[in-house]
Nanobody, 124 residues
Framework: QVHLVESGGGLVQAGGSLRLSCAAS????????MAWFRQAPGQDREFVAT????????LYADSVKGRFTISRDNAKNTVFLQMNSLKPEDTAVYYC?????????????????WGQGTQVTVSS
């Protein structure tokens, strides 16, 4: 079993930056793709970014490409999302997710474990 806890959310002005963290428990953290999704009010949850076990491969949604960076530290059982040049449309609850497989997927059903989410609010 894997337990995920997100942190680092908050209120920031447009153009600012935030760094989200997702701390995981469980001995299997180092194997399996990790991802970030987000859900804005009244909208479906959407894919943001994903990273393979080694951190060697990543994939981003077009809406965040060039602004967000996903990374992981397997020694610390933590995955990060560095968010720069934030826009009001980035406002959402951000969720960390983990897959049992090491494949980059953009669809929620392929992720087996989820955190409770952290709120990110970007003011204009």
């Amino acid at each position: 079993q894997v337990h995920l806890v997100e942190s680092g959310g908050g209120l920031v002005q447009a153009g600012g930056s935030l760094r989200l963290s997702c701390a995981a428990s469980g001995r299997t953290f180092s194997f399996g793709a990790m991802a970030w999704f987000r859900q804005a009010p009244g909208q479906d949850r959407e894919f943001v970014a994903t990273i393979t076990s080694s951190g060697g491969s990543t994939l981003y949604a077009d809406s965040v490409k060039g602004r967000f960076t996903i990374s992981r530290d397997n020694a610390k059982n933590t995955v990060f999302l560095q968010m720069n040049s934030l826009k009001p449309e980035d406002t959402a609850v951000y969720y960390c997710a983990k897959s049992r497989t090491n494949v980059l997927r953009t669809t929620q059903i392929f992720y087996d474990y989820w955190g409770q989410g952290t709120q990110v609010t970007v003011s204009s």
